[in-house]
């Protein structure tokens, strides 16, 4: 069998800030801090709410930031941008793009063409972010759980835009929104201290809200996003029929808004719902089900009765 030639190739079209085919030193120097700074916060966490430094502006702009961006990834950059899991309104893409680009992990053209790529060698020779990339030693499970987490992240050799998001970057929208990437990581940033101040009235709800609304609620959501790459692909049931080690982790389910149901979604990828059994909470389908409702998403890819049996493993009773 021919080998497929991965490395990256010219672009043929402007990258700008969309995210190059090559990884630059600045890039991941900003990389390890905002992976850095997040991590040290969720260390003081526990010592900071004790001291009498989270209020309840703190946690609702955390709460409620955490839900906009985590869904900005999990609707808009996931079953929208990578799977065509629904068509929406010109509105809901942009504020889809924009919400999951403040989550702060790469412009959205970029984020879509990394994981096209880890759906089509998902655990194999050529998946980005697989944890079995060292073999099923306990050595090399180990080495790849880390490098499935965070290390490829530090990846030189960018996954090809012009290979795997050639719909995107035709997209004038999203290539907009991709190169003005720093705008919304800066809004992420300030936007939570800008309202702690504002319902507080007072420098220290500023302060505290950056602290809960940003720093941690970054890390947070960082962290959960890569669970799916690691945990979700070492650890989890399997009911369903996959080509890889997907599984899923009841216990990421909520702050993952469904994400961790991850094993019916390597099996059936365009399926808007991953959580498809009994009590499988699923935030990210419901959002799309009202976004239905409301006629604002069409063609919605709703898994079928008939399309979940000859999915699973074993014939549901």
């Not at 984020?111 to 099923?136: C, E, L």
């Not at 050639?166 to 992420?188: C, G, H, M, N, Q």
């Amino acid at each position: 069998m021919t080998a497929i030639d991965e490395r990256p190739q010219p672009p043929t079209t402007p990258r700008a800030t969309m995210g190059g085919d090559t990884q630059g030193f600045w890039e991941r120097l900003a990389l390890g801090l905002f992976i850095a700074v997040p991590f040290l916060a969720f260390l003081a966490a526990i010592p900071v709410a004790w001291g009498g430094w989270l209020g309840w502006s703190d946690v609702v702009i955390t709460f409620v930031m955490y839900g906009l961006t985590l869904h900005g990834i999990t609707v808009g950059f996931h079953r929208l941008f990578t799977h065509k899991s629904f068509k929406p309104n010109r509105a809901v893409k942009i504020t889809l793009a924009i919400l999951g680009s403040m989550a702060i992990e790469g412009p959205v053209i970029r984020w879509v063409a990394d994981h096209r790529k880890h759906h089509k060698f998902s655990d194999k020779d050529g998946d980005p972010h697989s944890p079995w990339r060292y073999g099923n030693s306990l050595r090399g499970l180990t080495k790849g759980f880390v490098w499935a987490h965070v290390g490829w992240l530090f990846d030189p050799e960018q996954t090809s835009i012009d290979k795997y998001a050639p719909d995107l970057a035709k997209d004038r929208d999203l290539v907009r929104i991709s190169r003005l990437f720093w705008l919304w990581v800066l809004t992420s940033i300030f936007l939570p201290p800008l309202l702690g101040a504002l319902l507080t009235w007072s420098w220290q709800g500023a302060l505290t809200a950056f602290f809960w609304g940003t720093v941690v609620r970054i890390g947070l959501i960082h962290h959960v996003t890569w669970s799916i790459n690691s945990i979700c692909h070492t650890l989890g049931e399997r009911p369903f029929a996959s080509r890889d080690f997907s599984g899923n982790v009841w216990w990421l389910a909520i702050p993952s808004g469904g994400e961790s149901w991850h094993n019916l979604h390597h099996a059936d990828p365009t399926s808007a719902r991953h959580g498809v059994k009994r009590f499988q909470l699923d935030t990210s389908a419901r959002i799309i089900w009202v976004l239905e409702k409301l006629g604002w998403v069409r063609d919605v890819r709703w898994p079928t009765a008939e399309r979940i049996r000859a999915k699973s493993v074993t014939p549901a009773a």
